[in-house]
Structure formats: C-alpha cells, structure tokens
C-alpha cells in the first residue's frame, strides 16, 4: 500500500499493491494493521455502504455532525467517479478548500475522508459503482450538507451542467458559508 498526501491535513490517497496475471488480479482493499502503521489514523471501521449510479449522477455534499461524525474510506468497484472532499473543519488551515481525485475500477485508487469534511461524488462513466467504509454508524438526525454547485467552493464535477443528475434531497441543501457545524 502507498499513501500520498492530498494537500489537505490526513485527506489521503491510497494505492493498494496489486497483484496480476493472465487469470485476473487480486489485491488487499483494507488491512487495518497496515493502515494504522502507514497513516497513523484509526482503521476502526463500523459500516460499509455501497450505491449503483449512472452516468451524470452527482451525490453530496454530505456529512454527519457532532457525535455522529463520520470518517470515510472510498473507492469504486465498478466504473469511475470523481470524487471530493471538502475540508469543513472549523480552524483548519485548509478549511473550505477541496480536492477532487478520478477512482475507478481500474485504478484501483481509494481515498481517506477524515472526521469533519462534507464529501461526494460525480459518476463520469456510464454506470458505477461505489463503496465506501465508515468510522461511525449513520444518524439522520445528524445529517448535514452543502450544494454541490455552491459558487464559493466552485466545483468542477466534470459534468456539464444539462447532464447532471442530482436528488431533490441535494438540491435543497445550503451553501458551504452556511454549514451547521453542530
């Protein structure tokens, strides 16, 4: 497993050690062990979610808050997505800055999205398929998130706007400026 560094404190990319041969490939997704000793962060893992989407689907801004905060480790099984992380940790140097990083099936490539970011993701392939672990179980009441086209973080999703496909749940979310933190 490599580790590179994303700009955004302990927002990391992770490539896992692939092992291929004429019948197929195989690779270790998540160890905890390894995890922990590589980013020094907690692998304590509670929940694992996965969603199917199409083409021009764009799902979040979304976070839980408060003692239901969630940090995840993503990436996709089938397709591509770009995904992105938006640093909404209050004091943070890096605070309403994001980055956004192509996962794929191929690539093979999963992200680590810390405690106290708003997270998500635009499907750039035909269909794909999503994964992502959780460090702590949903919460509705907890839920929180920003507009995906909020013109502060001005978000390129790689999807032109009359193709986008985003959920009425989305749509009513607010701008980043006004983010409960809770």
């Known amino acids: 497993m490599e ?15 692939v092992f291929e041969d004429p019948r197929g490939y195989f690779f270790e997704s998540f160890n905890k062990q390894t995890f922990e000793e590589k980013t020094g962060l907690s692998g304590n893992f509670v ?13 979040g801004l979304h976070a839980q808050t408060g003692a239901f905060a969630q940090a ?13 992380a ?16 192509r996962l794929s099936a191929e690539n093979k490539l ?4 810390p405690r106290g970011f ?4 635009s499907v750039l392939s035909e269909t794909a398929e999503f994964f992502y672990k959780c460090d702590n179980f949903f919460n509705k009441a907890s839920e929180t998130g ?8 001005n978000i390129d999703w790689l999807i032109p706007a009359d ?12 701008p980043f400026a006004e983010l409960q933190h809770g």
């Open 3 to 17: 580790i590179e560094q994303t700009g955004l404190k302990d927002c990391i990319i992770i490539k896992p050690r």
């Open 47 to 59: 929940q694992d979610n996965q969603s199917y989407s199409s083409y021009g689907v764009i799902r």
């Open 72 to 84: 995840k480790l993503v990436r996709v099984t089938k397709g591509e997505v770009l995904d992105v």
């Open 86 to 101: 938006v640093d909404a940790r209050p004091g943070s140097p890096t605070y309403g800055k994001h980055i956004a990083v």
């Open 110 to 113: 999963q992200l680590y999205i």
């Open 118 to 121: 708003v997270h998500g993701f």
């Open 146 to 153: 920003v507009i995906y086209n909020d013109a502060d973080l």
């Open 163 to 174: 193709k986008a496909s985003v959920s009425d749940k989305d749509l009513l979310l607010k």
